[in-house]
């Protein structure tokens, strides 16, 4: 079974609108990391977000902004307010705990095309 | 810092050659681990090391060949190169092993063999 699982291939959104990628996660370890990376055409991997298991608050890191519902095992990545330039591939990857599986496990990706 | 490199960026093979893909980091890190990236398949884990002299296998590890005799370095070895093989590798290092660690990345090494 697919640990991270990301059910949009390909999303579309137009410029200056917000868009929501889905993410969600599969564990039985109660401390884990939740991560975002962006991959553009030019192929690098940029990191995005985190978030932790045991964070109250969702995380934001300027017009991003992570959604996390804990009970449903969901991660979405929100990004307010798209640029041309977001348009590339998103992964979602887990990290669980030192006594887990510890090395990042990652989604199939979604790829996002920004309109102008 | 230089954070993590990666050598050749491309590379053409055939069938049955060999060859080593160079990994290296400036940052200290403990962990380091390679994914190959195909179409729709996201990355996948091929080896990692949690330290010099360590290293353990990942999802995909056939074919493919790891040592870690410096804290730097993490080459990966392709021993006999198929089609199959044909990827998008990425090297990758994080500090430690605490879950809030995020894992930095090289560049990729697009290897094509045919």
């Known amino acids: 079974a697919q640990k991270i699982t990301q059910t949009q291939p390909g999303m579309f959104v137009q410029e200056k609108e917000a868009v929501t990628l889905d993410c969600t996660y599969d564990?039985?370890?109660?401390?884990?990391?939740l991560f975002w990376y962006k991959q553009p055409s030019s192929g690098e991997m940029i990191f995005l977000i985190y978030?932790?298991?045991?964070?109250?608050q969702n995380a934001t890191e300027g017009r991003y902004s992570l959604n996390f519902q804990k009970a449903r095992k969901s991660a979405n990545l929100v990004i307010s307010a798209s640029q041309l330039g977001d348009s590339a591939m998103y992964f979602c990857?887990?990290?669980?705990?030192?006594?887990?599986?510890?090395?990042?496990?990652f989604g199939r990706g979604t790829s996002l095309i920004v309109h102008p | 810092n230089a954070g993590v490199t990666q050598t050749p960026k491309f590379q053409v093979l055939k069938t049955g050659q060999s060859m080593t893909l160079q990994c290296a980091q400036d940052?200290?890190?403990?962990?380091m681990s390679w994914y190959r990236q195909d179409p729709g398949m996201g990355l996948r884990l091929i080896h990692y090391?949690?330290?010099?002299?360590?290293?353990d296998q990942g999802e995909v590890p056939n074919g493919y060949n790891v040592s870690r005799s410096t804290t730097e370095d993490f080459p990966l070895r392709l021993l006999s190169a198929a089609p199959s093989q044909t990827s998008v590798y990425f090297c990758?290092?994080?500090?430690?092993?605490?879950?809030?660690?995020?894992?930095?990345f090289g560049p990729g090494t697009r290897l094509t063999v045919l």
């Open positions: 990758a290092s994080s500090y430690d092993r605490q879950e809030y660690n995020e894992q930095f």
């Open positions: 990857a887990m990290r669980e705990e030192p006594g887990g599986s510890y090395i990042p496990t």
């Open positions: 090391s949690v330290g010099a002299g360590i290293t």
């Open positions: 940052m200290n890190h403990e962990y």
């Open positions: 978030q932790g298991s045991y964070d109250q």
């Open positions: 564990t039985s370890d109660p401390s884990y990391g």
